[in-house]
């Protein structure tokens, strides 16, 4: 009878042991299914937060395009208001330099048939 009691007392033993490991193995599963959870959602939020800051860049990237090339724009009819300026200078200065050339001229056929006259 003392075997039986005994034994009796083992199993119980043995069925309060599995039972505690058990609620401590669920609990331990819950832990793991909650870290899964909040794993994912922090994945999900980086993904998003990653997804918006990549297209801010982008538009950013494009606003400092756009502008560039406006500037370039800008810097290249400049840059052709000035060839105009400046060939429009060059003729002015051929054609005073062609009249100064002409009254030298002048004068120096004056002066040769002056002094031929002499």
């Known amino acids: ?20 490991l058990m609620k401590e193995q ?23 937060q990653r997804s918006q800051m990549e297209k801010d860049a982008k538009a ?3 606003q400092k395009c756009e502008e560039y090339e406006n500037q370039l724009k800008e810097l290249r ?19 005073k330099m062609n009249r100064f050339l002409t009254v030298i001229t002048f004068q120096f056929s004056s002066l040769q048939v002056h002094l031929q006259m002499c």
Request: net charge negative.
């Open 77 to 95: 009819n400049k840059v052709k208001e000035l060839k105009v300026s400046s060939d429009s200078k060059d003729q002015k200065w051929n054609m």
């Open 26 to 48: 669920e609990h331990k599963n819950s832990e793991i299914s909650a870290l899964k959870q909040e794993l994912e959602a922090t994945k999900t939020a980086y993904e998003v």
């Open 60 to 62: 950013e990237l494009e």
């Open 1 to 20: 009878m003392q075997v039986e009691k005994f034994q009796e007392e083992v199993k119980t033993a043995n069925d309060e042991e599995i039972a505690r």
